[in-house]
């Protein structure tokens, strides 16, 4: 099953063939043509439980409804190491020009939408694959074993259902093998093609949903004081929910963003309604920081509500945690790879308040979650579309380069240990 790659030493780079980096360009066109919603990806998981059964794996299927996970037994005693990809795509129309792009529709909250990979998870689940099959080729000289986890529904599980890596941990992901370090790759538009951001500690905020129902008295507009107003009320919370950040948490030790989306009450002019619901998100870095915001908030409606004669009921829908990087995982793996991209394609990556399920893994054992960039060179990345605009685009040439990561982290993380 060999890749024909040039290197096997963990010592050395260990590079890819042009065959198989050609292969891993087609498995990501492919997959990109074929878009899947989360929690809907058969397709892509056959693609994925295929190719890694052709390579002599042992293959585990439908964890968390379509997860794929794999184990490459190395010929000589050593640690456990896993390389994680996720494979949904999102209910987005794609608008490039590509001669893949994607034309597909699926269902979202009831209605067709277009579908695509508007996130490059079509490029991290080519990759390991890739990574899978240059790995099986030199499973005489690898020591320990490999775990290649394909997972669902990083972008969220359907409404009414579970999924992602918190469900894949659930239902026994590390029941199969406990790794000892697990790491993973996220395409950036905001990089150059071939630049690797990391960082140690916080990576990645952790993402919860709020809502507030404010439970007032109807009344009519001419006679407010014949009712409790849930408007005013409202506008009392949000402004007061607003000094949370501001004024109550402690910003020098991490991030903070309270935001609210959506206010909704009323129904005409002049009637002053029972209800109005507010809804919104909490961004953080640290998180005992984030279990204190969650009771500053519910205190802050309950209280406000209550001076006013009415009532809030909170419900804080907890999502993803931090994503956070083990610092000493990092500084351990910094030669392998320097030795990838080269020091001078390397940058400290700033926090960033979006948020990735990666972070159930690093809660679990030490992990690594690094940014590689998909911008071509010569086109400033800064005003690249973003990673989930219609008109996302990944230069292909990053495919080597993620790869060979994968590939030379799983190499090297025994001898570093």
Same mark, same amino acid.
């Given at each position: ?16 063939? *042009?065959?198989? @980096? ?74 490039? *020009? ?10 979202? &909250? ?11 998870? *079509? ?37 009414? @259902? ?50 507030? &129902? ?64 507010? @809804? ?36 804080? *829908? ?77 230069? @292909? ?21």
């Amino acid at each position: 099953m060999s890749s024909g790659a040039n290197a096997t030493s963990s010592a050395q780079h260990a590079s890819i063939s *042009d065959a198989l @980096e050609q292969r891993v360009i087609e498995w990501r066109r492919d997959l990109h043509q074929h878009p899947e919603l989360s929690n809907r990806e058969f397709r892509t998981s056959g693609v994925v439980a295929d190719h890694l059964r052709s390579l002599g794996l042992e293959v585990t299927t439908d964890i968390a409804h379509t997860g794929v996970v794999a184990i490459l037994r190395g010929a000589q005693p050593g640690p456990t190491v896993a390389l994680r990809a996720d494979m949904d795509a999102l209910p987005v129309q794609e608008l490039t *020009d590509v001669p893949f792009a994607s034309t597909a529709t699926g269902e979202y &909250r009831g209605r067709e939408v277009s579908v695509m990979h508007a996130c490059g998870h *079509d490029l991290h689940v080519a990759m390991l694959m890739g990574a899978a099959e240059h790995l099986a080729g030199m499973q005489e000289q690898i020591a320990g074993d490999i775990m290649f986890i394909f997972q669902p529904a990083e972008e969220g599980a359907p409404e009414g @259902e579970e999924g992602g890596a918190e469900l894949m941990l659930k239902e026994g992901l590390f029941d199969i093998a406990k790794p000892d370090a697990v790491f993973g790759i996220h395409v950036w538009s905001a990089a150059t093609t071939g630049h690797i951001g990391y960082r140690q500690g916080p990576l990645m905020a952790s993402s919860d949903r709020f809502e507030i &129902r404010v439970l007032g008295e109807q009344t009519h507009g001419s006679r407010p004081w014949g009712g409790i107003d849930p408007i005013v009320v409202a506008s009392q919370i949000i402004n007061n929910v607003q000094t949370i950040v501001s004024r109550q948490v402690n910003i020098t030790k991490a991030p903070a963003v309270v935001s609210f989306g959506i206010v909704e009450g009323g129904v005409r002019n002049n009637i002053i309604p029972d209800e109005v619901y507010l @809804e919104g998100t909490i961004r953080n870095f640290d998180m005992a920081i984030r279990s204190d915001i969650f009771a500053k908030l519910t205190n802050a409606a309950e209280m406000t509500a209550a001076a006013s004669g009415a009532r809030a009921e909170v419900t804080i *829908d907890e999502g993803y945690p931090v994503t956070v990087n083990n610092p000493d995982l990092v500084t351990q793996m910094l030669p392998t790879t320097e030795r990838i991209v080269g020091r001078e394609n390397m940058y400290e990556a700033d926090l960033v308040t979006g948020a990735e399920d990666f972070s159930f893994y690093a809660l679990e054992v030490p992990s690594m979650f690094v940014f590689l960039g998909i911008t071509p060179p010569g086109q400033d990345p800064a005003t690249a579309p973003s990673n989930h605009s219609p008109y996302f685009y990944a230069d @292909e040439n990053s495919l080597r380069v993620g790869t060979e990561l994968l590939i030379n982290w799983a190499l090297d993380y025994p001898s570093t240990r």
